[in-house]
């Protein structure tokens, strides 16, 4: 198994540019989220999916679109980016929350630099 | 709400020495209790975790954790440190009675262990 895997590993955008995050699994897990990683702030989260085409918020999802059109992917869109979302982004998935007790797997990161 | 207190930005422990790195927390209900260990440039692993039972949890890499309800702690142990346990720590925590409740993870310890 793969595990979870994150494309791009860098990137560079310009303020108001916009672009895809990618993620996947092929755990079959059902649980996925993305979670931002800030210095001195640790992991919030921005958003995250049950299952196939459930999504809901997070902890920070301002900026941020995601859809879960399959099991395996779970994208994360920037709109318009902007300064403020220079982070370092994880994506992680489980094989269930429903009693919240399964462990978290997570990728390896996008570090996003905004100009 | 949850919350996670990592008191200490940085723990600094001699090779061959006992550490201890310091997590507190606060939920409404019974917690779900995790760490995991961040290398330099990676994402996050998986350590421990407390879900009932046993207050004291046994992980990787000869990590422990004792959870203590009445201090509302779960602090991370190893008898006896290694330099490659310098890393990233991150204590989360999860209401266990809040359904697809979130985690919430603390800001992070660095531990530094010298040769």
């Known amino acids: 198994n793969a595990g979870v895997t994150q494309t791009p590993k860098f990137q560079v955008l310009k303020t108001g540019q916009s672009m895809t995050l990618q993620c996947a699994q092929d755990m079959n897990h059902e649980y996925m989220s993305w979670y931002r990683q800030d210095p001195g702030m640790g992991l919030r989260l921005i958003h995250y999916s049950v299952g196939a085409g459930i999504t809901d918020q997070g902890e920070v999802p301002n900026g941020y679109n995601v859809s879960r059109s399959t099991t395996e992917d779970f994208p994360l869109r920037l709109l318009s980016a902007a300064p403020s979302q220079t982070s370092v982004y994880f994506c992680?998935?489980?094989?269930?929350?429903?009693?919240?007790?399964?462990?978290?797997?997570f990728g390896p990161g996008t570090r996003l630099t905004v100009l | 709400a949850q919350s996670v207190a990592q008191p200490e930005d940085q723990v600094n422990v001699a090779e061959g020495n006992p550490l201890t790195v310091k997590c507190t927390y606060s939920?409404?209900?019974?917690?779900?209790l995790f760490w995991y260990v961040q290398y330099p440039n990676r994402g996050l692993q998986f350590l421990l975790k407390y879900i009932t039972g046993d207050n004291l949890v046994k992980g990787s890499y000869g990590f422990e954790a004792e959870f203590n309800k009445s201090q509302t702690s779960f602090h991370l142990k190893k008898p006896s440190a290694l330099v490659s346990d310098s890393a990233l720590y991150f204590c989360a925590v999860r209401d266990r009675n809040s359904g697809y409740s979130t985690l919430t993870f603390g800001k992070g310890t660095m531990l530094l262990v010298s040769p």
């Open positions: 992680a998935s489980s094989y269930s929350e429903l009693g919240g007790t399964d462990t978290q797997y």
């Open positions: 939920v409404s209900g019974n917690p779900y």
